[in-house]
């Protein structure tokens, strides 16, 4: 099995993003991706415009929602879509740099605007692997 | 659900006896088919709110209850705040006052259909919808806490809308109580452009036909008569709303051990409602009402543009206005004593029963009209508070269907394009920006609305009036 991946799972009204990569920051730069296929084709987004992005939280888990929470925000204020991520994790700080482009309804066809990341199935674990792995249910 | 853990109260009634450190019992109302079809989450997360400080009588679940965050989604709890009683951010969720209103056309179905096509265009066209679209109206710093204190009332004062309009929305229009102070520039950064836009997700405009009426005498007084035409509005908050929801969501996971607050589940993150942060919470919570009327209040008046381009002289009177999420301060008698309690309705609808003060003057008599919004393409209802209502859930109803599948099931199992060409070959028509979008609410992917509000009629929660069908839904 391939240790650096993302996926989505089920949830009854939502969505679940997981991320899954060989550290914890390979996880969270995953799981941004699997949030960014929630609205449309990560493959369809392109990395042409940059920010910074810095956050902290008490545990990893909160810093994993956080991290996703701040990525919703700037795709809200910026009209944004994201998909290039490169975390680095200092404990329970987080430093990112993003890449992305502006929504074009045309090409991007958003299917959903994403409310926020909740902490229903928030998890930051080591798989029987062991890989990373950094997961959670978004509102849309 | 495993229907044997519950016992059966009455065929739609079932309760569940405190145990472990459940402070009261948990409620579900439904029937039998309902409570099997229910995801086991629901009977994990009704009796985790039962654990919560402060809470009274019971935590109830709506016929349409199903997994949500913390509580779940079709969860009714109130608190008092003189016994230790919470308010949680997880229990009024991220869209905060999302909610539904209608409007009377007075138009007959054979006078809008020669149009429907061309409403549907202008509509689509008039009112911003979907992931990144951006309103008519730009907030600056002084509009936004005008409009964060307003709701409703600040929309009519721009003239977005009527003085009469605002009789017929739930607080006339303006929650009292909301700080704008307590709302954080994110958040209001995240709303600058959104007012008046409808959203995604589940969210719509639609133009309906009153399909069928149960109830002739209060569908009188609410002027529903068969045959005709109303448009009902679905949204909410929007992003202040969302930012609201996620910001107090951490304050509130961090700062529960301080308060002796042990959390059943992190979601369920709440403070004691005199704590500072309770207050916080409240009077961000109320700007996010105001916030959601005021957008639903502005959408309504883009629609009256629309109808005056190719219905001229049609009303669009407002019949009302109902929210779905929200904490709200209420005067319920328990045990025959009247007290103040702090009601969290999360995807609950408030439904009153006659003669509640709240009410209307001209529908005080009658009770609050309930506004039941179906999923794409399938109906909606209009059902009336009851008496029973108040003191079975302390004056609340189901809110709509709910999922019976994921939108990852939905994404596999349909394609936009057919869905919209199915639903136009029965008369429907879709207008929305994503053909995913569309197959993720898909109308197969939502319970039976029917069976939801059949059961709340037979709950005695609120009683059946009429049968809304669409005739055109705009999706965001």
Not at chain 1, 23 to 42: G, I, K, R
Not at chain 1, 81 to 91: K, T, Y
Not at chain 2, 382 to 389: D, H, W
């Amino acid at each position: 099995m391939k240790d650096l991946y993302w996926e989505h799972f089920p949830h009854q009204a939502d969505m679940g993003v997981r991320g899954v990569g060989p550290t914890p920051a390979a996880a969270f730069e995953q799981a941004a991706l699997a949030m960014t296929a929630v609205v449309t084709d990560p493959g369809l987004v392109a990395p042409s415009e940059s920010l910074e992005i810095d956050c902290e939280a008490p545990d990893d888990e909160l810093l994993l929602a956080d991290w996703l929470n701040r990525l919703i925000l700037e795709m809200a204020v910026r009209h944004m879509l994201f998909s290039r991520f490169a975390v680095v994790l200092d404990g329970h700080r987080l430093h990112a740099t993003v890449w992305g482009e502006h929504v074009d309804v045309a090409k991007h066809q958003p299917a959903v605007e994403i409310k926020g990341a909740t902490y229903t199935e928030l998890k930051v674990s080591r798989t029987e692997a062991g890989a990373w792995l950094a997961q959670c249910i978004v509102d849309v | 659900m495993d229907i044997s853990q519950l016992v059966r109260v009455s065929d739609y009634e079932w309760r569940i006896a405190p145990f472990g450190r459940m402070r009261v019992p948990a409620v579900i109302y439904a029937d039998q088919a309902l409570i099997l079809e229910m995801d086991q989450k629901v009977y994990e997360q009704i009796t985790n709110v039962a654990m919560l400080p402060g809470i009274v009588k019971a935590a109830y679940a709506m016929p349409d209850a199903h997994w949500g965050y913390g509580f779940p989604i079709g969860g009714v709890a109130a608190f008092d705040p003189d016994e230790g009683g919470v308010i949680s951010a997880g229990g009024v969720g991220f869209d905060i006052s999302c909610g539904v209103r209608t409007l009377h056309t007075g138009l007959k179905a054979e006078e809008v259909a020669p149009v429907k096509q061309k409403l549907s265009d202008r509509l689509f066209s008039k009112v911003p919808a979907g992931m990144g679209s951006t309103g008519r109206l730009h907030l600056d710093a002084g509009e936004m806490d005008a409009m964060l204190r307003g709701g409703a009332q600040w929309a009519v004062k721009r003239g977005y809308g009527t003085a009469a309009d605002l009789e017929r929305i739930e607080e006339h229009g303006c929650m009292a109580g909301a700080e704008p102070d307590k709302v954080s520039e994110h958040a209001k950064h995240r709303q600058r452009d959104e007012v008046g836009t409808l959203g995604s997700g589940n969210h719509y405009l639609e133009l309906q036909e009153i399909a069928e009426i149960y109830d002739s005498e209060v569908a009188d007084r609410f002027r529903l008569r068969q045959g005709e035409i109303v448009v009902s509005i679905h949204c909410g908050s929007r992003g202040l709303g969302h930012q609201i929801g996620t910001e107090f969501l951490k304050q509130m996971v961090i700062a529960a051990p301080g308060y002796g607050i042990q959390l059943p589940d992190r979601e369920l993150a709440c403070a004691p409602i005199s704590s500072p942060l309770g207050q916080d919470y409240l009077g961000a919570m109320r700007a996010a009402v105001n916030c959601a009327l005021a957008n639903r209040q502005v959408i309504t008046h883009l629609t009256r543009e629309v109808f005056a381009e190719i219905l001229p002289g049609t009303p669009l009177d407002l019949l009302y206005d109902v929210s779905h999420n929200t904490c709200k301060q209420e005067s319920h008698a328990v045990d025959g004593q009247s007290r103040r309690l702090y009601v969290h309705r999360k995807g609950a609808t408030r439904a009153f029963g006659p003669g509640h003060p709240a009410l209307p003057g001209d529908l005080r008599d009658v009770g609050q009209p309930v506004l039941i919004g179906g999923s794409m393409g399938t109906a909606s209802y209009i059902l009336v508070g009851t008496e029973q209502g108040m003191e079975r859930s302390f004056g609340s109803a189901c809110h709509g269907a709910g999922r019976a599948m994921s939108r990852h099931q939905a994404m596999r199992q349909w394609h936009g394009s057919d869905l919209v060409r199915d639903l136009a070959s029965r008369g429907i028509l879709i207008r929305s920006p994503s053909l995913r979008g569309v197959a993720e609410e898909a109308p197969g992917a939502y319970k039976d609305v029917s069976a939801v509000v059949d059961a709340s009629d037979r709950a005695g929660l609120a009683r059946k009036v009429a049968k809304l069908t669409p005739l055109a839904c705009i999706k965001g």
